[in-house]
């Protein structure tokens, strides 16, 4: 907002016509007068008689020349009178000449006045001669004059000719002056007509904008009284020049005592006075305004009665006739302050009442999968044992189904944060033919207790593989076969699917349809149907069973790939679920080879394994789990024992720790590698704590084929070795992260299937070694280290329940026991050194060497918090890894409390 400023007289829109016009009739003015003063002068010359007038010195010269020549015919009588009158006229004949010879002449007089000037100083001895010889001389005088008789006259003539014509040029002069003089009197009332026309014009458009601007002024001032907001107009000294009706209502002061007073004292608080005081004073020095038009802002002001509120400011700054002066708008926030805290405080109500939700999900969840891991890791345990055909069926199904309801546990415990996936995890391959026919044949059995009929059409599909994420692609199809087979009991169920044109070159459909004979859904409630808890028939409710999630699960889990999903149906008629997921076509490579699960396994022979580790009770631990596996296992305490043991003897793979005093285990794999021993080509996989992605291409620069991350799960080694065996020197990666993306649902014709899914490989020997990956449920349990980082303390367990069962089942709790014990009295000579830690590269080594070895014996969020100290150290955050570190003690005590509980009793 600009504050109005009074019209100006030349203020239209060509400014430059007005100076010129100004300018025109000034230089006509000047030019007018100085012509009249030339005319002026020039008659008032005209008009004036000269006594020393050119044609009387000239008229004279002719006269006296007569004189002279009638005194000479007088001298002739010898009387001294005679000859004195004669020198008398012959000296004033001489002064006219002599006059009429220093006045200006026109060019043809001169040679006349000459000639008598010449003639008369000729005469001049005999004049001045005693009278004898003046006598004498008379004739000669008569003589010469004579000569020149006739030329005075002709100059008295001459000089009138030139006096006639010098009189009528000045006239004409005038004449011309008086013509020139006319026309600049016409051009200057010319001028003057246009002057007063545009004049008249400044004079309308004066009036208009005067009334424009009063108009304005009304309108401005019936806005400002009319504003919600309270307007205070102030100008740079402070000084309050308006006030309106808002501002009346907000501050409590009528109008009268605001203006002329200053807003400082008036509206401000006592203890923001002084820094507005500044601000004014900056203003006036520099010009520059440090609040003024920047936008909203909220500031602290006071009313009449002394009372602070905020308000929501906005001030603009406006030229005024007076100087510059300050708008400000102002609003009362005290009651949008009140609710925004009223909204603050029922937003953290219900976040805290959502985590209360979700610790109580976490600790039931706990409670729900330590059984249920015990029993997957029972019946994966048993799997290794000799059964017969009928008995590994059974097996896969008990497998089967625990691993389903272990996702499906995930699944309803992650429904909330299903919202906010961005669908970025990683994809795998995946064969949607084999996928289809075998969650078809995983439904039948419930199929048959319904006695619903399953059909699969599979005509749109063949044998490509796609990239998508198949344990989310099989629980979305087991949700809607469920739920089309608990409503369809007596009735058939199809599961259609095929591939449709997608929008990009490499870019596919995966159309799945799913159609059943029940009893249909209302049009009103077919959107319905996807939300949490809905189920339409609490008949069929009371009858299936069931919790209303699976649709509302499938529906993000869609939205989650990118797809939509939607249901068709019309009551009495049976429903259709239909599901459109993008894919794209999966890189051509060899796949795994794969066995048919009721197989029975092959036993292989042992590998020649070197394990190195500076910690004993982790090689101790790492030498009981390969053992178990039935490998030949030898050890090296360091990296040069590492270097002097493979220079002696041949192994098939060799495991490296990487932090190890002397020689590390980087530098023990270079040599190995580069010497001509017998182990310059063996695989040598890294075995670590914590490993950072540059810190892993170090190790493959190095020479390493890949990693397994402490603390070590048993399955994921045994696929680490059967790669690694395997690979011919391609890169293995055993850590957590690459432990989820390989356990999948155990599905069929998923690449990367968890039962299904194994390799048959081939050890030194020549006879098969068959490696199978661990159920879902593990990936499950070990996030990665961020994730770790960012969770709750409240929510990761002390300890690894499925880790503790592995080494129970390894090692039995007698010999487990031991190893803790072992454990605990290191960590108790240890412990303090890290505590008392102060430099970066101490702290880091110390926290890397305990993560480990709590790692290995399940001492997870003790593990956890190693990890974390390790990282910071990495980063250069040494306050971090300090405030961390403090935490130790408190989870050492409480860890070891688990234990006991758990284990040493």
């Known amino acids: 907002m600009k504050w109005p400023e009074r019209p100006r007289l030349f203020a239209g829109r060509r400014p430059w016509l007005g100076c010129f016009l100004t300018l025109t009739v000034m230089l006509c003015l000047a030019l007018a007068g100085a012509l009249a003063f030339n005319v002026w002068n020039g008659i008032r010359t005209l008009n004036t008689a000269r006594s020393d007038h050119t044609e009387w010195v000239y008229s004279q010269l002719e006269i006296e020349y007569l004189k002279l020549d009638r005194a000479l ?142 108009e304005h002024q009304t309108r401005l001032e019936t806005t400002l009284r009319a504003s919600l907001d309270a307007v205070v107009v102030t100008d740079d000294r402070g000084v309050i020049r308006d006030f309106n009706g808002s501002a009346e209502a907000v501050f409590g002061l009528s109008r009268q005592d605001a203006v002329g007073r200053d807003f400082i004292d008036l509206i401000v608080p006592p203890h923001l006075r002084q820094a507005q005081r500044d601000n004014l004073d900056r203003f006036r020095r520099t010009g520059v305004p440090l609040l003024a038009d920047q936008g909203r802002f909220e500031y602290e002001l006071m009313d009449r009665d002394s009372r602070c509120f905020p308000a929501d400011l906005s001030i603009s700054l406006a030229n005024s006739d007076t100087g510059p002066i300050f708008v400000s708008y102002i609003r009362d926030i005290t009651d949008k302050k009140h609710k925004e805290a009223e909204i603050t405080r029922a937003r953290d109500e219900a976040l805290e009442a959502y985590r209360e939700k979700s610790r109580f999900f976490a600790m039931m969840s706990h409670e729900m999968r330590t059984p249920l891991n015990g029993v997957l890791s029972a019946l994966q345990l048993l799997r290794d044992s000799a059964l017969d055909g009928e008995q590994r069926e059974f097996l896969y199904a008990a497998m089967t189904s625990g691993d389903i309801l272990l996702g499906h546990i995930d699944d309803v415990l992650a429904i909330e944060r299903s919202e906010t996936e961005t669908g970025d995890e990683t994809l795998h391959p995946c064969d949607a033919t084999a996928l289809t026919s075998g969650l078809v044949g995983m439904m039948t059995p419930l199929a048959q207790t319904s006695a619903t009929r399953l059909h699969l059409n599979q005509s749109g599909l063949d044998d490509r593989q796609i990239l998508t994420d198949p344990r989310a692609l099989q629980q979305i199809l087991v949700n809607l ?53 809905v189920s339409l028939d609490s008949r069929y409710e009371r009858r299936t069973g069931g919790t209303g999630l699976g649709l509302g699960i499938a529906r993000r889990l869609v939205r989650r790939l990118g797809g939509t999903i939607h249901c068709l149906s019309t009551p009495g008629e049976g429903a259709q679920f239909i599901v459109d997921l993008p894919v794209r076509r999966a890189p051509v490579s060899v796949p795994r080879p794969r066995r048919d699960p009721m197989e029975t396994p092959v036993c292989h022979p042992a590998l020649s394994l070197l394990v190195a580790d500076d910690n004993q009770i982790n090689r101790d631990l790492l030498k009981a789990m390969l053992e178990r596996m039935g490998h030949d296992v030898a050890l090296a305490p360091g990296g040069q024992e590492a270097i002097d043991v493979a220079g002696k003897r041949r192994f098939d793979a060799i495991l490296m720790d990487i932090s190890m005093p002397g020689v590390n285990g980087i530098q023990a794999t270079r040599a190995i590698l580069s010497a001509p021993g017998p182990n310059c080509q063996t695989p040598i996989l890294a075995v670590t704590a914590h490993a950072l992605p540059e810190e892993r291409a170090e190790f493959t620069a190095a020479g390493m ?177 300090m405030g961390l570190t403090s935490l130790l003690p408190q989870l050492w005590e409480r860890t070891q409390h688990a234990w006991r509980q758990r284990i040493l009793q």
């Open 73 to 214: 015919a007088q001298a002739r009588s010898s009387t001294p009178e005679g000859l004195r009158n004669l020198r008398k006229r012959f000296d004033i004949f001489y002064s006219r000449v002599d006059i009429a010879e220093k006045m200006q002449h026109d060019a043809a007089i001169v040679p006349d006045i000459a000639r008598l000037r010449r003639m008369l100083d000729g005469q001049i001895p005999l004049i001045d001669a005693g009278d004898t010889a003046l006598r004498a001389g008379l004739d000669d005088l008569q003589s010469a004059l004579h000569e020149v008789e006739n030329v005075p006259r002709e100059i008295a003539l001459a000089s009138v000719a030139l006096s006639a014509s010098a009189e009528e040029t000045e006239r004409q002069r005038i004449i011309r002056l008086i013509e020139v003089l006319f026309v600049v009197a016409i051009a200057v009332a010319l001028a003057l007509l246009g002057a007063i026309l545009r004049l008249s014009g400044q004079a309308r458009s004066l009036d208009q904008a005067s009334h424009q601007a009063r």
């Open 481 to 533: 076969l469920s739920n089309a087979i608990k409503f369809s009991p007596n009735g058939d169920v199809t599961l259609a699917a095929t591939y449709r044109p997608g929008t990009g070159a490499d870019q596919q459909v995966l159309h799945l349809r799913v159609e059943d004979t029940g009893p249909g859904i209302a049009a009103a409630d077919l959107d319905r149907i996807f939300e949490d808890f």
């Open 705 to 881: 084929i890949g990693c397994v991350q402490k603390p070590v799960d048993m399955s994921m080694l045994k696929s680490a070795l059967t790669q690694s065996v395997t690979s011919g020197g391609a890169a293995v990666d055993a850590s957590p992260a690459s432990a989820a993306a390989d356990r999948t649902p155990d599905v069929p014709g998923s690449a990367v299937s968890t039962q299904q899914s194994r390799t048959s490989l081939t050890g030194p020997g020549g006879e098969g070694l068959t490696a199978a990956a661990a159920p879902p449920s593990e990936s499950k349990k070990k996030p990665t280290a961020p994730l770790l980082e960012q969770a709750d303390e409240d929510e990761t367990p002390l300890l690894d329940e499925a880790q503790l069962l592995q080494l129970l089942d390894l090692l039995g709790r007698d010999k487990l026991s031991e190893r803790i014990s072992a454990l605990v009295q290191r960590m108790q000579d240890e412990l303090p050194g890290l505590i008392r830690a102060q430099e970066l590269a101490e702290l880091q080594s110390r926290a890397h060497a305990m993560a480990g070895m709590c790692g290995m014996f399940g001492a997870k969020r003790l593990h956890q918090n190693l990890e974390q100290i390790e990282a910071a150290c990495k980063s250069g955050a040494l306050d971090r890894a």
